[in-house]
């Protein structure tokens, strides 16, 4: 049985290590404005949960935004509808390329190398 199942099942909950983190008020309010940026389309959903949704850490997410909520309480810093709003909008039409990814790491050969974008490419227009 893993430890998680062991410590659910004999009801002790392992306490996780916390680490203390010292900011400013404008430190605070950027970590604020950061973890509110809407994302396009329609601005339902902020950079933050989206990134948690993606890696699993919901509850993680909610718990840090709790925490830095009650952080800008305290601080008498605007919340909810007296913060300003930050939305992620094209404002132009992005430039876009395909581009070979290289997943071979440890293999130094010049057939698996890949590229990244803006490397030169040879004479005949091989890549």
């Not at 062991?6 to 680490?19: F, M, P």
């Not at 993606?54 to 997410?61: D, K, N, V």
Request: glycine fraction near 8%; charge should be negative.
């Amino acid at each position: 049985m893993s430890q998680k199942k062991s410590e659910k099942a004999s009801g002790v909950v392992k306490r996780q290590q916390t680490y203390d983190l010292n900011l400013t008020k404008l430190e605070l309010l950027h970590i604020r404005d950061l973890m509110g940026v809407l994302l396009p389309p329609e601005g339902e959903t902020t950079l933050s949960k989206s990134l948690a949704a993606a890696e699993g850490r919901e509850l993680i997410e909610s718990s840090l935004w709790r925490k830095v909520a009650d952080l800008c309480a305290s601080a008498n810093l605007p919340l909810g509808s007296e913060a300003p709003d930050y939305i992620v909008i094209p404002i132009s039409h992005p430039k876009m390329g395909v581009f070979q990814v290289n997943h071979e790491v440890n293999d130094s050969s010049e057939e698996s190398a890949g590229f990244l974008p803006g490397e030169e490419e040879d004479e005949e227009g091989e890549q």
